[in-house]
């Protein structure tokens, strides 16, 4: 399928609206009803409990932004749920509160974090609660496994590649030269057929995402435009931004 115009319609809100020095912390009921109120899309991070069920967060470990410690995937649903965010009233956000919070009114953009270990279990479990929601919605994954999983499983909902040039940050250096170059230059498209990219601002512009916007019409998001040199990169190589630290001009975006 081709990518639906709602998903570069509007800028896309990193781990939706959050501002640590108001208090919002990413990923949480707070920063999203932020979003909701400016009407941007919303960008949010999914992973599985120990439970096999979906929360609303980015970091492997809970230390970061929470009062507790550990893997988040060593706790259950009911634990996690218990789980005090630092500094704020709010608590983790499953992925089923986040989609009767959002109910539609602005599109959702949903990154399915992996372990890449082959494990395809969150991919799954985000196309069950996506098959009874009423509004826009994307699946995107960094994990050519987890994109894939997704076009085998519900080819109707919009698949990204979430992506790097050159992956040359220490974060990655799990991955082996040999996939570091095949996600970066689109050698796993075929397998994966995204409907959109979503590529890193600093590696833009990028050979591969070029032709493959040429040759396809492949709309592309790019992450994460904090600053006005990031935005100039974005209108000039990609089709939407996905921001934070600021508020975009929504007439103007």
């Known amino acids: ?66 009062e507790a410690s550990g893997p988040v995937q060593a706790l259950t649903l009911a634990q996690l749920c218990q789980v005090p965010m630092r500094g704020t009233a709010d608590h983790i956000l499953t992925f089923d509160e986040l ?6 009114r602005v599109p959702l953009v949903i990154e399915l974090k992996s372990r890449f270990d082959g494990d395809t279990s969150v991919a799954i479990r985000a196309v069950e609660r996506l098959a009874g929601y009423d509004g826009p919605a994307a699946l995107m994954s960094f994990d050519p496994d987890l994109v894939a999983a997704v076009r085998t499983l519900a080819p109707a909902i919009p698949r990204g590649f979430t992506m790097e040039r050159r ?28 409907d959109f990219l ?9 050979p591969a995402v070029s032709q493959a916007k040429r040759t396809t019409g492949l709309p592309v998001l790019t992450w994460t435009v904090r600053t006005p040199e990031d935005r100039a990169i ?10 934070e630290g600021f508020v975009p001009d929504i007439e103007s975006a």
């Not at 009407?39 to 967060?57: H, M, T, Y």
């Not at 209108?235 to 996905?242: C, K």
């Open 1 to 66: 399928m081709s990518a639906p115009a709602w998903l570069t319609a509007r800028p896309v809100a990193h781990r939706a609206l959050h501002d640590m020095a108001r208090g919002i912390i990413e990923n949480t009921v707070s920063a999203v009803d932020a979003a909701l109120v400016h009407g941007f899309a919303i960008e949010v991070d999914i992973q599985l409990s120990a439970d096999g069920e979906a929360v609303v967060f980015h970091d492997d470990d809970l230390d970061r932004l929470t």
């Open 99 to 104: 989609l009767q919070r959002v109910g539609g």
């Open 198 to 206: 979503a590529h890193y601002v600093k590696d833009l512009p990028s």
């Open 167 to 194: 992956y040359d940050d220490p974060e990655w250096d799990f991955v082996s030269p040999a996939d570091k170059f095949a996600w970066g230059n689109l050698l796993n498209f075929p397998r994966m057929q995204p």
């Open 234 to 243: 974005a209108a000039r190589h990609a089709d939407q931004i996905i921001f």
